[in-house]
């Protein structure tokens, strides 16, 4: 059987081990446009077409392998994996084509003896690229070898869908919408049961006039990295009902739900059975996760919401032609309030997440039930400053402009109530975590900070391929944690600024950036200092550093983040 240009059945012949005595062909666009129309030419088989994203489904701990083709050598090459609802593990290696695969052929099928004669030992081939999380990562390489690509995957934790694009001509392809200079999405209106939501268009419908419309993600629990992580957890929730686990019983009600109404003999024995039934759970409500498509509107109010209540808002830019997708940076807003509500009353050593529409105010009040000396404020500014005025019984203690996180020591009174007013910002609505509390140090969820929170960079000590960085502690032992990220030359200020949430923690972190984490504290205030060399860096790069000092009860603070450039030439 002659397969012509369609080329995907060779390479699967290859996978089985047999080769076929054919050219391998080069890709056809107007024959690849009809072939990715057909999908059942790609459904369940192990080879990804080149052009086309593909979905999967991973059961846990079952590895799962993909193929890819590269005919010529110095092809480029992109591979992008996409996990869904659960972090994958998985690595990209090459084997090289046997010499028999590239001659010329008649397209006569050969007998079996040859074939078998002509299989191909699979060895463990060349690792080109590996990870684990739930990021979406690629590789790419602008000149590839010819042979034939592996695609390793495996999920860990459940069962798990994902996606898969890989392409030998990335330049000319750009499957994903790319995102604008400023990816954020910005909350613009506020209300009791209504969150406007606002957001740049992408470039590849402006500019490129390709086919794209924006999809809406609003639930109460977390942002999604992925449309597909979204659409996963949106399936979960409409799943009618779990597999019972092997060597259960489903209980009566189970039956009723498939449409069998039980008989009175198998209803009394199954209520008084020893053995344990199959528990069911109910169906979440259809409202606590949704997913809206708008077309290429970038303004969209979202209706129907509880007041009070804090919402995740995500907004994805859909390729109509190819289904693919791209999330712009998410954000998170709590409705407000009844009317009568207009002050947040503070629980001693609770943390309070406080959202601030652009200009706008909050009070929250904070009145200790017993006696105190002190009370401790944290005020964490997640994106943009806000102003803090802190006032105890009608006079005013403080009245400052907060960037970051930043730590007050207010003196206490008996019976004193403490009104805090916070000011939002005008660039922009404003998110915080507020925190008051009159218990010591060693019991507060926040770990104690220092008054200056910023890190010294030593530009004597600079190398080729490490920086020594220093910052202060406390009297506290606490745990701090480094992460190193390599950015572009041009990074600066205001670009971290809008991409990072001064929030997010440690754990939003690849393990890849982690540089150590250690334990410190002393004594001595005025020798609380640790200094620490990061090495492994590159020459002449620019690398973001950020320290986290870690709570004993899991909340984490991340220090003013330091750009530092290793030197050229050593």
Same mark, same amino acid.
């Given at each position: ?149 592996? !695609? ?118 199954? !209520? ?8 069911? =759970? ?154 008051? =509390? ?33 910052? !202060? ?71 973001? !550093? ?25």
């Amino acid at each position: 059987m002659d397969f012509g240009p369609q080329g995907w059945p060779l390479a699967l012949a290859l996978l089985l081990g047999v080769v076929v005595g054919q050219k391998l062909p080069t890709r056809d666009e107007g024959l690849f446009q009809m072939q990715i129309r057909d999908k059942t030419l790609f459904h369940d088989s192990s080879v990804i077409p080149d052009g086309a994203e593909i979905s999967g489904y991973l059961f846990r701990d079952t590895p799962k392998r993909y193929y890819f083709v590269v005919e010529e050598d110095n092809t480029p090459l992109s591979v992008t994996v996409t996990p869904c609802d659960a972090p994958l593990e998985w690595k990209l290696t090459l084997q090289e084509l046997p010499e028999e695969a590239s001659g010329e052929g008649s397209g006569e099928p050969e007998p079996l003896d040859q074939q078998k004669q002509q299989q191909v030992t699979v060895d463990e081939g060349t690792e080109l690229f590996s990870y684990k999380g739930n990021d979406v990562e690629s590789y790419v390489a602008t000149s590839s070898p010819s042979g034939l690509y592996q !695609l390793e995957m495996l999920s860990t934790e459940k069962d798990s869908n994902f996606k898969v694009y890989a392409t030998t001509t990335p330049a000319s392809d750009q499957p994903y919408p790319e995102l604008p200079y400023d990816p954020r999405v910005d909350v613009t209106a506020l209300g009791r049961t209504t969150v406007t939501l606002a957001w740049k268009p992408t470039p590849t419908g402006v500019l490129m006039g390709q086919p794209v419309q924006y999809c809406v993600v609003i639930n109460k629990e977390h942002n999604f990295k992925s449309l597909c992580a979204a659409e996963a957890k949106i399936s979960a929730d409409d799943a009618f009902m779990a597999a019972p686990k092997p060597g259960r019983d489903f209980s009566p009600f189970d039956f009723a739900h498939f449409g069998f109404v039980p008989s009175d003999n198998n209803l009394n024995r199954g !209520l008084t059975s020893n053995k344990i039934s199959r528990s069911y =759970t109910a169906k979440p409500k259809a409202s606590d996760i949704q997913k809206v498509c708008i077309g290429n509107k970038n303004i969209f109010t979202v209706s129907d919401l509880k007041p009070d209540t804090q919402y995740y808002f995500d907004v994805f830019a859909v390729n109509s032609a190819t289904n693919t997708s791209t999330a712009y940076v998410g954000t998170f807003a709590r409705t407000k309030a009844e009317a009568r509500q207009k002050t947040v009353e503070l629980k001693d050593g609770k943390v309070s997440d406080v959202f601030i529409k652009r200009k706008g105010s909050k009070f929250l009040r904070f009145a200790p039930v017993s006696s105190h000396q002190r009370v401790t404020l944290f005020v964490h500014a997640c994106l943009d400053s806000v102003q803090v005025q802190v006032r105890r019984d009608g006079k005013l203690l403080l009245s400052q402009n907060v960037e970051g996180v930043r730590q007050f020591q207010l003196r206490g009174k008996p019976k004193a109530k403490y009104l805090i007013r916070l000011r939002g910002s005008r660039k922009g609505a404003s998110t915080l975590k507020v925190l008051a =509390t009159t218990k010591p140090s060693s019991k507060q969820p926040f770990p104690s900070l220092p008054e200056d929170t910023r890190i010294k960079a030593f530009d004597k000590l600079r190398t080729c391929s490490s920086a020594t960085v220093a910052w !202060l502690g406390t009297q506290d032992r606490n745990k701090f944690c480094v992460y190193k990220k390599e950015v572009s030359e041009s990074y600066g200020e205001e670009q971290r600024r809008r991409e990072q949430n001064q929030c997010a923690g440690p754990e939003t972190r690849r393990k890849s950036e982690k540089v150590l984490c250690k334990y410190f504290h002393s004594p001595n205030l005025q020798k609380a200092v640790t200094t620490e060399t990061i090495t492994g860096l590159e020459p002449g790069k620019t690398y973001l !550093l950020d320290v986290y000092v870690v709570g004993h009860s899991g909340h984490s603070v991340k220090y003013q983040s330091k750009l530092v450039k290793t030197r050229k030439y050593c």
